[in-house]
């Protein structure tokens, strides 16, 4: 069953507005990366958060990793129309011995300008 | 950085038919990961190699899908006898190795449609 869930799945703010999206994990997991595809595009890496509780920013960016290591988010502040796409989170889940790279369904985000 | 590459982009063919899909990782990346992804879905994972060893394939996947990746450069997926559901876009992705997981760069896809 699905282990990395991603609310909400689309999103549709005006330009400007600021918005926090979540993923939240069925297991703890050793770290969780975020990645962002744009329309038509492949994933591309955002970021990597390893440590309980850790915040990292880029620029209007801000990704938390929970203190359980089960949850994590992503607040986008003053949205812009380059901040379209899909965003990701992926977490690394233990399976059979190895660990494999688990990613959620996306958050669409859209921006009305 | 020539990035990871794909060929083809794009995949027409009909239900039965077999095809192969290659991905060239960035040259000093010793992982190589195949994704499948659907409309709405994040991708999802098939097989992975390091180097030219195979450590991991999903359990979701049949045997019809069959990778290698034989002097642990370029990779291959195969899918033999296709079916309707195989049609998505399968993805790959390489990393480095090294202390704790590293980021994945990934190609552009091979989109595949099914008649």
Aim: aromatic content about 10%; some cysteine; proline content about 4%.
């Amino acid at each position: 069953g699905q282990q990395v869930m991603q609310i909400p799945q689309y999103q549709h703010v005006q330009e400007g507005e600021d918005f926090t999206t979540y993923c939240n994990s069925s297991t703890t997991l050793s770290n969780i990366q975020w990645y962002k595809q744009r329309p038509g595009g492949h994933p591309v890496f955002l970021i990597q958060l390893v440590k309980s509780g850790e915040v990292k920013k880029q620029k209007r960016l801000t990704f938390q990793f929970g203190e359980a290591k089960k949850n994590s988010s992503l607040h986008i502040t003053a949205t812009q129309t380059t901040d379209v796409g899909t965003y990701f989170c992926a977490g690394y889940i233990s399976v059979g011995g190895s660990e494999k790279l688990v990613f959620g369904k996306g958050m669409k985000l859209t921006v009305n300008p | 950085d020539t990035g990871v590459s794909q060929d083809p982009r794009h995949k027409i063919t009909k239900r039965g038919q077999n095809v192969t899909f290659r991905c060239d990782p960035i040259s000093e990346h010793n992982r190589l990961y195949w994704y499948r992804q659907t409309l709405g879905q994040g991708p999802e994972f098939l097989t992975y190699f390091q180097n030219e060893a195979q450590l991991e394939k999903s359990r979701l996947l049949s045997d019809r899908f069959s990778a290698e990746r034989p002097k642990g450069s370029f990779s291959t997926l195969e899918i033999q006898r296709t079916e309707q559901g195989d049609s998505a876009m399968y993805l790959c992705a390489s990393s480095l190795t090294g202390e704790g997981n590293q980021p994945q760069h990934f190609g552009d896809g091979t989109r595949l449609s099914i008649l």
